[in-house]
C-alpha cells in the first residue's frame, strides 16, 4: 500500500493560476481542460451573444458578467499526470476566496498580459504566493495582439517581483506579425495558425531554421535571432532547483485565446512543476503526504452549485494518506466523527462521484452543515491539526434585511449558507441585533444580493455603512455607553464585540478618551 500510495502522490500536479483581472486566466484554464480532454471545444468567457461561457464559470452571474467571483476546481489526467487546477477570481473583491486556495496548492501558474505587464492583482498574488516559497510558472499571454517588448516583460519580472525570469521560449513578432515561438528548452520553432505536428520545425545545432523553411528569411525571424543570443548571453541560466525554491520562473509567451502555446507550456509544466510536499501540523510537526493516515483540511465552502439540488459542497484538500468511499473521520474543531460517504471530483462543469483519492487531490464533500472553512479532518487515532487559513478583517460594511418580511426563513437560510462560504463576514448591532455585513470588496454585496434573490428566493434591502476600521474589545472591558455614530458596536459570529470605528480619527479619538482599553485588529 505504502509504495502504490507513493506513486499515486507523485503523479499528482495540483496548483493555483493566478492573474490580475481580463489577463486571460479562466481562458488558458479552458485550453488546459481542452487537451486533457475535458472538453470539446473552448469559449471565451467574453462570448455571450453564442451562449458559450467559460466551462470554469458556473454560476450565472459569472456568466452574465464575464467574470470568474469563486474558484473553480477542476481535475484531468494528462501525460501520466493527475493535474488538479484550481482557478481563481482574478478580481480583488475576491481576493480571501483566492488567499485561502493559495494554502491548498503545490505550486502557482501566473498568466501576465503582454501588453499591459505585472498589473496590482498580480503582485498582490505573488506576494501570497512568494511567502510559502512554491514554485511559480509564467505565461506571458495575449501575443495575438500587439503587446510589449518581450525583453522588457522579463526585466519587470525581477524589477517589480523579485524573482528571476528564464526564457523558455520568445515570440516571433507579436499581434498581426506574430509567426511563431522560437522553443529554446526543445531547439525548434512552434509556427503560428499551423495545426497538428506540423506546427513545429526542428532547428539545426546552431539553433537556426533549415533554409527551406520559408520563415528563416523573414526580418521579424531575424530580429528573434538577435534576441535568442542576448537572452542567452545575459540572460539567467535555467536552474530547477532554483525553480522549485520559487527563486526563478520559467517563462512562457502563447496566446491562449488562439491556443498558441499553451500545449507546449502544459507539456513542460507538468514535467517541471513539484508532486505534493509535506505540510507542518500540530504546530511544529512534518506530516509526509505518503503517511498512510488519511488527513486534510477544509479551504472552501460553496453553497449551491446545483441549484436544483440546493447543495453544500466542502472542498477538501488532501494532505496525507488516501480517501475511500465511506471513512470515518475525526472532525479536529468539535471532535466529532464523520462518515465521508458522498464525495465527488470536478471534471470541469461536470461532477464525478469520487470512491478514492490521495495526498494532493482536491474532493468535494457534500455537507449538511457539519464543515466550517479551516477545519482539519483525520481518520487515524492521533489528531492532526493543519495550520489556520488567512482571514481577513472587511473594510466595507452593509445593513442587510429583507425586504419581503413574509419570507424570513428564505432570507434567514440564505444568510447562513453564504457567510459560512467565507467570503463575507456577518456581524449584528450590538443593541439592536440587525445583520450587517462585512466584505472586503463592493462587488461581493453586488453577488450576495443577486444570489439571495436568485438562489434563495429573498430579496434584500441594504443600506451602506461605508468603509469602516473594525477593532475588537475584550468583553471585560466593554461599556455599552462607549459606543456612538462614529464607533458602531456590533457582535461577531462568535458573540464577541468589536467596533466598527468612521476612520483612523476616530478610533484616535476613542483611545485617548479609554487608554486603559485595549483594541485589537485581525488578519
Not at 510536499?277 to 479551504?299: A, K, M
Not at 464585540?497 to 479619538?509: D, G, S, T
Request: charged share 25%.
Amino acid at each position: 500500500m505504502t509504495k502504490d500510495l507513493a506513486a499515486a502522490v507523485n503523479r499528482r500536479r495540483t496548483f493555483a493560476i493566478i492573474s490580475h483581472p481580463d489577463a486571460g486566466k479562466t481562458t488558458i484554464t479552458e485550453q488546459m481542460l481542452l487537451f486533457g480532454g475535458i472538453i470539446r471545444n473552448a469559449g471565451t468567457v467574453k462570448a455571450r451573444k453564442t451562449g458559450k461561457y467559460a466551462t470554469s464559470d458556473w454560476m450565472d452571474i459569472e456568466k452574465k458578467r464575464g467574470i470568474s467571483v469563486t474558484s473553480s476546481v477542476m481535475q484531468f489526467e494528462y501525460q501520466g499526470k493527475r493535474v488538479n487546477i484550481l482557478d481563481t477570481p482574478g478580481h480583488q473583491d475576491f481576493s480571501e476566496d483566492t488567499y485561502r486556495t493559495l494554502m491548498a496548492v503545490d505550486s502557482a501558474v501566473m498568466v501576465i498580459d503582454s501588453a499591459r505587464g505585472i498589473e496590482p492583482q498580480t503582485i498582490k498574488l505573488f506576494k501570497v504566493v512568494s511567502q510559502r516559497g512554491i514554485p511559480i510558472f509564467t505565461f506571458m499571454n495575449k501575443l495575438d495582439r500587439d503587446g510589449r517588448d518581450p525583453l522588457d516583460l522579463i526585466a519587470e519580472l525581477e524589477d517589480v517581483l523579485g524573482i528571476e525570469g528564464v526564457a523558455m521560449n520568445w515570440p516571433i513578432g507579436m499581434g498581426q506579425s506574430l509567426k511563431g515561438l522560437y522553443d529554446l528548452q526543445h531547439n525548434r520553432v512552434e509556427l503560428y495558425h499551423k495545426n497538428d505536428q506540423d506546427r513545429f520545425v526542428d532547428l539545426d545545432a546552431a539553433g537556426q531554421l533549415p533554409e527551406s523553411e520559408p520563415l528563416s528569411q523573414d526580418p521579424l525571424y531575424q530580429k528573434t535571432l538577435e534576441d535568442i543570443e542576448l537572452v542567452k548571453e545575459a540572460g539567467n541560466q535555467f536552474d530547477l532547483q532554483k525553480v522549485l525554491a520559487g527563486k526563478q520562473t520559467p517563462v512562457f509567451f502563447g496566446s491562449a485565446l488562439t491556443n498558441f502555446g499553451v500545449e507546449t507550456f502544459l507539456d513542460s509544466f507538468v514535467k517541471m512543476a513539484p508532486a505534493p510536499s509535506s505540510h507542518l501540523v500540530n504546530g511544529d510537526q512534518e506530516l509526509s503526504p505518503e503517511d498512510p493516515e488519511f488527513s486534510g483540511f477544509v479551504f472552501k465552502i460553496q453553497a449551491n452549485m446545483n441549484p436544483r439540488h440546493r447543495d453544500r459542497i466542502a472542498f477538501v484538500r488532501i494532505g496525507s494518506g488516501e480517501f475511500n468511499k465511506g471513512l470515518d473521520v475525526h472532525l479536529a474543531r468539535t471532535g466529532q466523527i464523520v462518515r465521508l460517504n458522498n464525495a465527488t471530483e470536478f471534471m470541469s462543469s461536470k461532477r464525478v462521484q469520487v470512491s478514492d483519492a490521495v495526498a494532493g487531490d482536491i474532493v468535494g464533500l457534500y455537507d449538511t452543515g457539519n464543515f466550517q472553512i479551516g477545519d482539519s479532518i483525520y481518520a487515524g487515532k492521533d489528531e492532526i491539526v493543519y495550520p489556520p487559513l488567512p482571514q481577513f478583517t472587511p473594510e466595507l460594511f452593509m445593513q442587510v434585511s429583507a425586504k419581503n418580511v413574509m419570507k424570513q426563513k428564505s432570507f434567514h437560510k440564505g444568510m447562513t449558507q453564504l457567510v459560512q462560504e467565507g467570503a463575507i463576514q456577518l456581524y449584528r448591532n450590538y443593541s439592536t441585533n440587525d445583520y450587517i455585513l462585512g466584505a472586503v470588496g463592493q462587488l461581493q454585496f453586488e453577488v450576495f444580493s443577486y444570489r439571495m434573490k436568485n438562489e434563495y428566493n429573498s430579496e434584500v434591502e441594504m443600506q451602506s455603512l461605508g468603509s469602516r476600521v473594525a477593532r475588537w474589545i475584550d468583553p471585560d472591558q466593554l461599556d455599552p455607553k462607549m459606543a456612538s455614530s462614529r464607533n458602531l458596536l456590533v457582535k461577531d459570529q462568535a458573540g464577541e464585540p468589536l467596533f466598527l470605528f468612521e476612520n483612523a480619527f476616530a478610533e484616535r479619538w476613542f483611545k485617548d478618551k479609554y487608554p486603559d482599553v485595549k483594541l485589537t485588529s485581525r488578519l
